[in-house]
């Protein structure tokens, strides 16, 4: 029989992540159980309904693994919508370009806002990749 050794710090991120996942499920059902009980409070039958579903599909189906694929497929979104916007930015500086040089002043300043707007959301949606990622 072949033994397999791990590299601690390979076990403690493997570890670390699969308590994130679990803490993940508890934190969802607990918010779940929280709204609940709000909705018991105020007897809105319908949303008791779909909040107890909801707790009864985490408490089945929350996982290590679903936590790890459902972020997967986060990292995943982000990277496109990333791509998509930095797409949108050059086109729109290739715009720009155009504009300044048939001297066009109004066109390039609304442009140059769109630049600025497109970045601010790049910008926020590389944050969110890098929370992901951490």
Known sequence: ???????????????????AAVEDCASN???VQRELH???????????AGLQEA?????RHCTSATVQQDTARDIRKLNEKIRDKERDIAELERELRRSKADEDHRKTIK??????N?????????QELASLNS
Do not use: W
Request: glycine share 2%.
């Open 55 to 59: 707790l009864n599909d985490i408490q």
């Open 118 to 126: 497109k970045r601010m959301d790049l910008q926020e949606l590389k």
């Open 1 to 19: 029989m072949k033994k397999r050794y791990f590299s601690p710090i390979i076990l403690l991120s493997v570890m670390s992540f699969q308590a």
């Open 29 to 31: 059902q607990e918010a």
């Open 111 to 116: 442009l140059e806002h769109k630049i600025y």
């Open 38 to 48: 709000i909705a018991q409070q105020y007897s809105n039958t319908g949303k008791v």
